[in-house]
């Protein structure tokens, strides 16, 4: 079992920034893909950016320029930077990862954090 524990997030000022971390913990699990995704209130939730594990991130059409994901493999933890966010970006984040148990039978695993709220507002 993994467990996401997300931090940031809460009222931003359009042209603000935003830091959003995420760590992960848990045992027996090999942690590939790690993202941030997020649901606008009254649309479906979407891709924000992902960062798979030793390559490169890939980000929403709608962040690219103003976003920045990061990964530091060796505390499992997922950090999503903007340096301009517009009311637009107002939605509940959820941190995302996805992996392998490493003990048999080997699964593929996703696991979503509890999400945490950001407003863009005034």
């Known amino acids: 079992q993994v467990q996401l524990v997300e931090s940031g997030g809460g009222l931003v000022q359009p042209g603000g920034t935003l830091n959003l971390s995420c760590a992960a913990s848990?045992?027996?699990?090999?942690?590939?893909?790690m993202g941030w995704y997020r649901q606008p209130p009254g649309k479906q939730r979407e891709l924000v950016a992902e960062?798979?594990?030793?390559?490169?991130?890939k980000y929403g059409d709608s962040v690219k320029g103003r976003f920045t994901i990061s990964r530091d493999n060796t505390k499992n933890t997922v950090t999503l930077l903007a340096d301009y966010v517009l009311p637009e970006d107002t939605a509940e984040y959820y941190c995302n990862v996805k992996g392998w148990t490493t003990i048999a039978p080997m699964t593929y695993r996703e696991y979503w954090g509890q999400g945490t709220q950001v407003t863009v507002s005034s």
């Open positions: 848990g045992s027996h699990f090999s942690f590939g893909d």
């Open positions: 960062v798979p594990r030793g390559r490169m991130p």
